[in-house]
């Protein structure tokens, strides 16, 4: 299973955003889906996730601004991303739970200016 990320760039704060994650290859059970980000020198941290029964979660720093939308039948995961702040900036990184495993996408990079 192969993830693709797309829709990252460069955004004025309090903008918006939307990435996409499509995912390719062999047939799979979706279990869930999840947004991740890694800022210069941080640790990888989780934006939220949404399982294929449509329970959400989402990091206390995004809640209420990012939305993550799975299109199941087209395989594919969004992240809305609204009211951005610099702080917000990262590589984001998309990751499908299925039944041949976890998989992670190569990343897309966000970048947020003042």
């Known amino acids: 299973v192969r993830l693709v990320e797309s829709g990252g760039g460069f955004v004025q704060a309090g903008g918006s955003l939307r990435l996409s994650c499509e995912a390719s290859?062999?047939?799979?059970?979706?279990?869930?889906m999840a947004w991740f980000r890694q800022a210069p020198g941080n640790e990888r941290e989780l934006v939220g996730v949404?399982?294929?029964?449509?329970?959400?979660n989402y990091g206390h720093s995004v809640r209420g601004r990012f939305t993550i939308s799975p299109d199941n039948a087209k395989n594919m995961s969004y992240l809305q991303m609204n009211s951005l702040k610099t702080e917000d900036t990262a590589v984001y990184y998309c990751?499908?739970?299925?039944?041949?495993?976890?998989?992670w996408g190569q990343g897309t990079r966000v970048t947020v200016s003042s």
């Open positions: 949404v399982t294929n029964g449509g329970a959400a």
């Open positions: 990751f499908m739970h299925t039944s041949l495993g976890g998989f």
């Open positions: 290859g062999r047939s799979f059970k979706l279990f869930a």
